[in-house]
């Protein structure tokens, strides 16, 4: 499958050959970067570990965007050299984890320098290797993977950069002081000076002290730094906050801060403002050290606003990269009809003037694939013509992977009436997170009770992942979501799925609020004050208005067309880049009011 052609740098498999050893980096000009973009993950290509989800995604597709329009960007997160995890489900639904391990030294070129910083109160080395994200028309983002596993290090240090959320706090707050610190001393030592640092999520946010450091006049200690020291590094920084599930906003004690960062950085941040509850609490950091502040749908920026509301939140909706989603058959269509849509992603909207037809050919390509796929992998044979639901997604409390088993007669009593149903799941659940593996088993025991034969199939697929998310979201029918309000914050896989013409069934929270058009891009289920209202709604929309329309295909395939025209067109991250360049990295509307005090305070300090 070609899933992204940006990312064609990258060795197709994950054992290096021996041919490989020394890959050299074609020299590039930092100078000009203007936008340096932080995260923990990012998802560069199937083929490395990189990532855990849609975070990483998201990341992933915004530096694909930056490459396709040309954007002055540079990225960096860590090389994750042990990777996530692989998900292995035994025939009990139980979840086992296997490292996915790769050589970077055998995959990418050497970014070309190593910076040493100090914490936990000695120096470490730190490397990097260099990705190369190649746009449409060959510009280029380049993604420093930071590396650890030096010669020289301790041997704890060596193995920091291995993990993805692996380990305990202690460590998680040692790979994001990387992350931050060395990250962007090793930006400025290859000659790159951002005017713009945007954290992806709170993980980030030490580069501001990196930036503080640099601030300060050489070999001044952090405790000279002064309020105004503080808003002149916020000047250049914006941040992203993107859960507003507590367990997602990382929070350290404070011997862990003292003991990894030190007394001068340590006490900086306490006199800046950045514990919470007497805790060192990254989405602080961030929130003091930042100019612009912004959730990740309309919906979740007021939800965001009222969790901070001594700072102004703004929102950018997230999106998707296009042409890393749209399936082949799909792409094709679109390259007859509209060529530019890989240069300007506008040109969505008017898949009105193809023959929803054509539209509907090519989807059941995918749905072909999807079935095949399914076959491969279970040797469950699942029916092409059969009316196909799509669920996956991390497994947490709040996503409610069982909703749509909450009344199993019903759901079986449909099957029947509607003439017949499949469901196809697959999820992850973090190896630590004992509910969310409990989870995954009670979907596996009651797809096993009820999804086995006669008119309802549900499956359960291993392993989410890049090109499982891809297979799925190009394959169903219709794509499922059923998270408790308000907690999504986003999601993006009903983007994905709205680009190849398949219609969301969800609650009206995230991105869907923006989404949905009742009957036309697909269906809310209804807010009901239990689970079981809700998941009542949601067969209510299954019978009465999901099953009548997929037996018209005609209107079935004006309803695809409505998706990638309207929502589409909308829901990408091409948009989603717009967006951030107008009005967060260099915002062309007056300032908010709180950037307005930062802005005249920081002046006002210069001047001084
Ligand atoms: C797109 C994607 C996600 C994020 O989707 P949500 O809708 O936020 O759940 C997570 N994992 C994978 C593998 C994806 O492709």
Redesign the pocket.
């Known amino acids: 499958m070609s899933l992204d052609k940006s990312t064609s740098n990258c060795n197709d498999s994950l054992t290096p050959s021996a041919a490989a050893r020394t890959i050299a980096a074609p020299a590039i000009d930092l100078t000009g970067r203007d936008i340096a973009y932080f995260s923990m993950e990012i998802?560069l290509s199937p083929a490395l570990p990189t990532y855990s989800?849609?975070l990483g995604?998201?990341a992933g597709d915004t530096l694909r965007s930056a490459a396709d329009t040309g954007a002055p960007m540079v990225a960096v997160s860590l090389a994750h050299r042990r990777g996530y995890f692989r998900q292995k489900l035994d025939a009990t639904g139980q979840q086992s984890e296997a490292d996915v391990p790769w050589t970077p030294e055998t995959t990418l070129p050497f970014a070309g320098e190593c910076v040493t910083i100090n914490m936990q109160g000695r120096d470490i080395k730190v490397c990097a290797w260099r990705f190369d994200v190649v746009g449409v028309s060959g510009h280029i983002i380049p993604v420093f993977l930071l590396d650890t596993d030096i010669d020289g290090n301790d041997p704890f240090d060596r193995r920091l950069t291995d993990h993805l959320y692996g380990g305990d706090t202690y460590y998680r707050l040692c790979q994001e002081t990387v992350l931050g610190i060395a990250g962007t001393k090793l930006l400025h030592k290859l000659g790159c000076l951002p005017a713009v640092y945007h954290m992806n999520e709170g993980h980030a946010a030490l580069l501001s002290l990196a930036l503080l450091e640099d601030r300060l006049a050489s070999g001044a200690s952090l405790f000279t730094a002064t309020e105004a020291d503080r808003l002149a590094v916020a000047k250049q920084c914006v941040f992203t906050t993107h859960t507003p599930v507590p367990a997602g906003h990382d929070m350290f004690g404070k011997d862990q801060m003292y003991a990894v960062l030190g007394n001068e950085r340590g006490s900086a941040l306490e006199r800046f403002g950045c514990m919470h509850n007497n805790l060192l609490n990254m989405t602080y950091v961030a929130l003091r050290f930042s100019r612009w502040v912004n959730g990740v749908a309309m919906q979740h920026g007021k939800v965001s606003q009222e969790m901070f509301p001594d700072y102004h939140v703004e929102s950018v909706t997230n999106g998707?990269h296009a042409a890393t989603w749209v399936a082949p058959p799909l792409q094709r269509l679109f390259d007859d009809e509209m060529p530019r849509w890989r240069h300007d992603n506008q040109y969505f909207r008017s898949v009105y003037g193809i023959k929803p037809s054509r539209i509907a050919n090519a989807h059941r390509v995918g749905k072909h694939k999807l079935i095949e796929a399914i076959a491969a992998r279970t040797g469950i044979a699942l029916n092409e013509s059969v009316l196909t639901l799509g669920f996956?997604?991390?497994v947490a409390t709040y996503?409610r992977a069982s909703l749509l088993l909450e009344d199993p007669k019903r759901l079986a009593k449909i099957a029947k009436k509607i003439g017949g149903l499949q469901i196809v799941f697959a999820g992850k659940a973090h190896p630590a997170d004992t509910e969310g593996k409990r989870l995954i088993k009670e979907v596996f025991d009651l797809a096993g009770k009820i999804g086995q034969s006669g008119s309802l199939r549900i499956v359960y697929l291993e392993n989410?992942?890049?090109e499982?998310?891809?297979i799925l979201?190009q394959g169903v029918d219709v794509w499922v979501?059923t998270p408790r309000r308000p907690y999504?914050a986003?999601?993006?896989?009903?983007m994905?799925a709205a680009l190849n013409g398949v219609p969301s069934l969800s609650i009206l929270d995230g991105w869907w609020i923006e989404g949905c058009a009742e009957d036309v891009t697909g269906w809310a289920i209804d807010d009901g004050d239990t689970d079981a209202a809700e998941a009542a709604s949601l067969y209510d929309k299954l019978e009465q208005r999901i099953a009548p329309l997929y037996s018209r295909p005609n209107a079935w395939a004006r309803m695809q067309q409505h998706c990638i025209a309207m929502n589409g067109s909308f829901f990408n991250t091409d948009r989603m880049l717009g967006q951030y360049f107008a009005n967060a990295y260099f915002p062309q509307a007056p300032v908010t009011q709180q950037n307005a005090n930062a802005e005249a305070l920081a002046d006002a300090a210069v001047l001084a």
């Open positions: 998802a989800g849609g995604m998201l998707v996956a997604r991390r996503k989410y992942d890049w499982l998310g891809a979201t979501n999504e986003s999601g993006t896989s009903g994905k």
